[in-house]
């Protein structure tokens, strides 16, 4: 493990790298950062070509706001519709596919708006399942 600076073409200097094997990182013109040579055309500001390890990951932007699940004006689907849905096309709607996810990949926030917001529909199909069971009691 080596600790050291990145010194790019533009003579901006990142300190405190620890490095377990050699980092390679530019600054371009518009601050953009790269990494083992990702490419950042994509106007990101860090394109990274490798995986990435954090002991934590904080989204401040495109957070979940799935919360309207709860409300009285929510359309939830029957769940017979959504296991036709899934019967058909083997993903849960509004949720893109695996192939989906492989060519376009996801943002963060955004996926776990989605994730999120099946959780909420889940909680209200067990509730309701819930009030199925009080009332077969009886």
């Known amino acids: 493990s080596s600790e050291g600076k990145i010194i790019t073409s533009d003579s901006v200097v990142a300190q405190n790298i620890k490095a377990t094997n050699t980092v390679n990182a530019s600054i371009g013109k518009f601050t953009n950062v790269s990494i083992n040579g990702a490419d950042t055309s994509n106007n990101y500001k860090l ?10 990951l904080k989204v401040m932007a495109d957070v979940p706001s799935s919360d309207y699940v709860f409300e009285p004006t929510y359309n939830l689907k029957p769940l017979s519709e959504v296991e036709a849905y899934v019967t058909e096309n083997k993903h849960l709607p509004d ?17 776990d708006n989605l994730l999120l ?22």
């Open 47 to 56: 394109a990274v070509n490798s995986g990435i390890l954090c002991e934590e």
């Open 95 to 111: 949720i893109p596919s695996a192939r989906e996810f492989k060519e376009n990949g996801y943002k963060v926030g955004e996926m």
């Open 117 to 138: 917001q099946k959780i909420e529909e889940l909680t209200l199909y067990i509730i309701d399942l819930q009030k199925q069971i009080e009332e077969l009691k009886k």
